[in-house]
């Protein structure tokens, strides 16, 4: 039916863009850490969660809340933009005083005084992001995708190039004017997008009567997903004042930041690489779940099969290769403990890189409970596991063998115990059928993936010598899933039916 194809349509355009997107902003991590080094992308990383943190407080839910309201609205469309513009901006300004008159005292709680100027540059785009989420939720709500995902991908392009010019150009000057440079990029990059989206907006909207909201209504939807959307960043806020906290116990201050800066910069932008993927794949498959026939276990499994033929090859290459892959995309550039700073982060990727068969089996899981209407299990679940994390990393990080290690420890150990979790609750809903056939097949394939990037690996320590390597393992595993016919009939029907 035209209705679900242009959603279908609606949905891979999104994901599309949200996947480009992902990899700039991904390659322009890695850039970054490149050039800060490991000290100085733990300087960057510390700004980092408070600020996502107050850019979820501006916007969480407003999307969700406007598009329903448009969808219902249809003709009221200038009011109701109009008026969350009023609502989103205040919010926005007030968070971004709160975050000015703060700064100083966060950053002496987070240990590193200096970093105070960067959340005053940062504050301002606090409007600027609240204002594009309002006009996002606009163009949701008119199932129009394309501004959105256009938006997204010329901000995340400014970030990666004026971004890593800048701070490259200014490091001369020294690592905090290096760090400022990326800020000051972010706020070029959301001027930019936020003029997309109005010259869009300009174009389509109408003028029209005025119009009621029913806004309990609105609460109950909004609720469980600023819950969701917060608890991360509340999560990684704290983290980000526990961290260095608690490894100061036993290391200099710049040591921490270092070793906070490996985990959080350096492997969690390479831990999120296969994420970007099943992030995709949740967004497309989860609007076909909330029918009720027996079509909604089918596209379940397909979706958790995409994700395991995405994941594993990733999570095997983290933990049998870790050296190899850091070597690769940073070579030296974790300066300042040297060689230290390579063999901590070795070990902190292949520590990482087991969490990620759980995350990304976690991104689709909780997307079909909240398909399924079980929207507050999964922020109990996430609740929980982020109360795991928090537990490990007070036992652990104060130890002189453990301490950063328990950072990735922790990490894993919340999407494990997430997935578990949500795990019983989606055995409730639906019915998950992956099949013996399909476990052997990705097995086989897997365990020739392996052979292959071990085999080539073992001719030389080059870095061609690991891209080759990658190369030629990921495409033999290709091979075999098109060999060993790795979708059955059925998912095969429902993939066309997809993306008809």
Known sequence: SMNKNSFMSGAVILSVGSVLAKIFSAIYRI???RILGGEGIGIYQLIFPLYSLCVVLATAGLPMAISKIIAKHPNSEKVIVKNC???AILISVALSVALILSSKGLAILQGVPEIYSCYIILAPTLILV???????GYFQGKQNFMPSAISNIVEQFIKLTVGLVVSFVLLEYGLMYSIIGAMVSIVISEIFSIIILIIYYKRTAKTSEYVKVNSKELLSDILPITATNIILPVASFIDSLLVINLLSLNFTKDMSVFMYGLESGAVSSLVSLPTIF?????????PNLASKDENRNQNLSLAIKIVLIISIPCVLAFILIPDRLIQLLYSNKLNGYGVEGLNIAYRLLSISGLGVVFLTINQVYSSSLQAVEKRYVTVRN??????VKFVIELAFMPSVVINIYSLAIANTACYVTMMA???????????????YDFAGKLILSNSVLVMMLLGVLALSNSWVNSL??????????????????????VDIASLKYKIR
């Open 31 to 33: 850039g970054l850490t």
């Open 85 to 87: 513009m009023m609502i």
């Open 130 to 136: 609240a204002g594009s989420s309002v006009l996002r």
């Open 278 to 286: 099943s992030f995709a794949i949740a967004s497309v498959i989860l």
């Open 382 to 387: 996430l609740l929980i596991g982020v109360m």
């Open 421 to 435: 979790l949500n795990h019983f609750e989606i055995r409730d809903s639906f019915n998950l059928r992956l099949g």
């Open 468 to 489: 080759l390597a990658i190369l030629i393992a990921g495409l033999s595993y290709l091979f075999c899933l098109c060999k060993f016919k790795i979708f059955n009939n």
